[in-house]
């Protein structure tokens, strides 16, 4: 049994743990869980579009025996309420079909103008602060994720959502306790309590007052169709918001992280030789934002892999070893290679039914934030050793606390 390090102080070494137990994998996630993890690509497919994996946490045995504590830290990750995230079926395309609509490359396209001028106003801001530094004589460490990859995909999702700006800094610390293993049990309740009524003011304010954001409509009833109720749209505006941002910070830091790290790489990049695109998708690969999705559930017995997952437990999609699955990716599958000569088909954005539909966004913001970055600071410089950057203890995200920086070299 691997345990899962609640600290996160070794991602890129458990990773090759569990690739190198799997496909199938036997877990203990935090607080002594045990789960079963698949941790190749070919498997992760075929299960994640096995109708007898499902997500209704009724079906997990230890949690209807009560194994597992309604405060258990991760508890809002693994039941975090009614949503197209924890059923399947029709009732998943019922709850899926408008965000899925509003996600569509075609429609998030539209979102192109207001994204390049977050990350204008963004950069202008730290090129003021490099300026005044570098007047001073003194230029300062910039925390990159802070300034930059924090702001951006906040700012974007929680446009799209209708959120008010003056909600970002209190979301961000209830997102804080939200993903880390660490929050105290008495805090975890507390946190999905005040997120419940965060996000059932923002809901019953759009419902007095519609506006052009897709919580507004997402309360609206198609011609003819059952509209979601008042819970369904809170839950699914919980799940935009938590999915939406984490994430592509941790695409845009690890990207820029990758890249630093590889200056011959970032040359290639920085002379239009290898598309933008083609780092991006490396780092979703290599150093995917999600490092383990939780949880789905079997039904029945389900074999795979030369094991029995068996009816009534858990199973997690490990991304971060799926991403270093050789048999998929080659010999050199740890390495981080915009050159690979394989096409880069890696399955960062989940695979099946509940495949991210946020992915057109995240690769439309990165694509526009990463060129733009390098472009006002093509010297920008790692400001300490990498084997000093941490991971937060949040198991799920491959997420660092801060990326600190030299904008200027
Ligand atoms: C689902 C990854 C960005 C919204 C997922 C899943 C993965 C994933 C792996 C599948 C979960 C499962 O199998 O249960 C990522 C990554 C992103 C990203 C790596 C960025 C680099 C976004 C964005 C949004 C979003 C920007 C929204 C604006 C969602 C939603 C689901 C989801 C709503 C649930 C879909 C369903 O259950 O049907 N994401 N995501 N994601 N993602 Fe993303």
Not at 97 to 114: D, F, I, T
Not at 240 to 251: C, F, Q
Not at 297 to 325: C, Q
Request: hydrophobic share 45%; with cysteine; proline share 8%.
């Amino acid at each position: 049994m691997i345990a899962l390090d609640p600290l996160v102080r070794d991602l890129d070494g458990e990773a090759v743990l569990l690739r190198d137990a799997g496909p199938i994998a036997r877990v203990e996630l935090p607080g002594g869980v045990p789960v079963w993890a698949v941790t190749h690509h070919e498997e992760a497919r075929r299960l994640l579009t096995d109708p007898r994996l499902v997500k209704d946490i009724g079906e997990w045995g230890a949690w209807t025996r009560g194994e597992v504590p309604a405060d258990w830290p991760l508890i809002g990750l693994a039941n975090p309420g009614r949503s197209m995230l924890t059923v399947d079926g029709a009732e998943h395309r019922r709850l899926r079909a408008k965000v899925a609509q509003a996600l569509s490359p075609r429609r998030v396209e539209a979102l192109r103008p207001g994204i390049e001028r977050i990350t204008e106003r963004l950069l202008d801001e730290l090129t003021a602060r490099a300026d005044a530094e570098e007047a001073a004589g003194a230029p300062r460490p910039v925390d990159l994720k802070a300034a930059f990859a924090y702001p951006l995909p906040m700012g974007v999702v929680a446009e799209l959502m209708g959120i008010d700006e003056a909600d970002l800094p209190r979301l961000q610390e209830l997102y804080d306790a939200f993903f880390s293993t660490q929050t105290p049990p008495d805090r975890v309740l507390a946190v999905l309590g005040e997120l419940a009524e965060l996000f059932g003011r923002v809901v019953e304010e759009k419902r007095k007052n519609p506006g052009d954001d897709l919580t507004s409509a997402l309360l609206t009833a198609e011609d003819g169709g059952e509209p979601l109720t008042v819970e369904e749209v809170v839950n699914t505006l919980q799940l935009m918001i938590a999915a939406g941002h984490e994430t592509t910070i941790s695409l845009i830091v690890n990207t820029v992280r990758a890249l630093l790290n590889h200056p011959e790489q970032l040359a290639l990049v920085l002379f239009g030789e290898v598309p933008w695109e083609t780092a991006v998708e490396e780092t979703l690969r290599r150093y995917s934002p999600t490092s383990h999705v939780l949880i789905r559930f079997a039904r029945e017995d389900v074999e795979i892999g030369g094991s029995v997952i068996p009816r009534g437990e858990a199973l997690i999609t490990s991304y971060s070893a799926i991403g270093i699955d050789t048999t998929r990716h080659g010999a050199d599958a740890e390495a981080f290679d915009i050159t690979r000569t394989t096409p880069i088909r890696h399955m960062s954005f989940g695979h099946g039914p509940h495949i991210c539909p946020g992915a057109p966004l995240s690769r439309l913001e990165a694509g526009i934030a990463l060129p733009a970055l390098f472009q006002r600071f093509p010297d920008m410089a790692l400001a300490v050793p990498d084997s000093e950057l941490r991971n937060k203890p949040a198991v799920t995200q491959n997420d660092l606390y801060d990326l600190p920086v030299f904008l200027r070299s």
